[in-house]
């Protein structure tokens, strides 16, 4: 279920926090799954069981999950785990955008740079119509290397 970056430079408790919300978003988690346990999660990753303990704690302070001495840690029944209701369209334009981006040479780190940029964008709720004549006439900007 989990996979770590290493190189990525972010810890691996927020990775898999981040990997926990992601399959809840996602959909493949629903509430009342049992999540793997600290010790199988340890044995497959060989990471610190603290780390894994830690991402527990802070999942089960977002309420994104919640334990059961003895039972194991399970996806929460409220709103921070309703899954994503994306059209299916939306995830084939953003499969086909990072097969271009990955194509022109972008890594995983600027394509999230890039989409982070994007959702910062202040007229990005405003104006959802592309061509936008102020984003057209800006020059392309720099983001850690990558204009």
């Known amino acids: 279920m989990f996979r770590l970056d290493a190189g990525s430079g972010v810890p691996i408790y927020r990775q898999l926090?981040?990997?926990v919300r992601q399959e809840?978003?996602?959909g493949r988690l629903s509430p009342g799954d049992r999540l793997p346990?600290?010790?199988?999660i340890v044995d497959a990753l060989a990471v610190n069981p603290?780390?894994?303990a830690k991402a527990y704690r802070e999942l089960e302070h977002e309420g994104v999950v919640y334990s059961r001495q003895g039972k194991g840690t399970f996806v929460a029944d409220t709103s921070a785990t309703l899954p994503l209701d994306?059209?299916?369209a939306l995830l084939a334009g953003l499969t086909?955008?990072?097969?271009?981006?990955?194509a022109e040479g972008l890594t995983s780190d600027q394509m999230r740079a890039l989409l982070a940029e994007a959702l910062?964008?202040?007229?990005?709720?405003?104006d959802p119509e592309p061509g936008n004549a102020r984003r057209a006439?800006?020059?392309?900007?720099?983001i850690g290397g990558v204009a």
């Open 137 to 142: 006439a800006r020059s392309p900007r720099r």
């Open 24 to 26: 809840v978003l996602l």
């Open 50 to 52: 603290n780390t894994v």
């Open 120 to 126: 910062d964008e202040p007229d990005a709720e405003a």
């Open 86 to 88: 994306a059209p299916p």
């Open 17 to 19: 926090m981040q990997q």
């Open 96 to 102: 086909r955008w990072v097969r271009k981006a990955r």
């Open 37 to 40: 346990t600290v010790k199988e």
